[in-house]
């Protein structure tokens, strides 16, 4: 079984920085961790993933350049550094864990309950 523990949202004014932490407890090797994101009235869209101890990364389009994640293997934690923060990255975001490896939300086995981060102008 895998616990995911989320932290880091808050308020930010536009043009700021946030950053997230997700710690994963049980079996995380070989896995795949994934930030998603859910604004108020939207689908749950996927923001970014890693492969851990392989390093290889995925982001969608909107993040690209803007936000970066990272693992510490050490600490079984996972970051997303957010930077130049705009009002429509206001959103609930989670962390999910892809046993798989896979990156996407369908491939995503275990969530956690997500943290606020809102974005004004």
């Known amino acids: 079984q895998v616990q995911l523990v989320e932290s880091g949202g808050g308020l930010v004014q536009a043009g700021g920085s946030l950053r997230l932490s997700c710690v994963a407890s049980?079996?995380?090797?070989?896995?795949?961790m994934g930030w998603f994101r859910q604004a108020p009235g939207k689908e749950r869209e996927f923001v970014a993933a890693?492969?851990?101890?392989?390093?290889?990364?995925w982001y969608e389009d909107s993040v690209k350049g803007r936000f970066t994640i990272s693992e510490d293997y050490a600490k079984n934690t996972v970051y997303l550094q957010m930077n130049s923060l705009k009002p429509e990255d206001t959103a609930v975001y989670l962390c999910?864990?892809?046993?798989?490896?896979?990156?996407?939300?369908?491939?995503?086995?275990?969530w956690g309950k997500g943290t606020l981060v809102s974005v004004s102008l």
């Open positions: 049980g079996r995380t090797y070989s896995s795949t």
């Open positions: 999910a864990l892809s046993l798989s490896g896979r990156p996407m939300d369908v491939d995503m086995d275990y």
């Open positions: 890693i492969k851990w101890s392989g390093g290889t990364t």
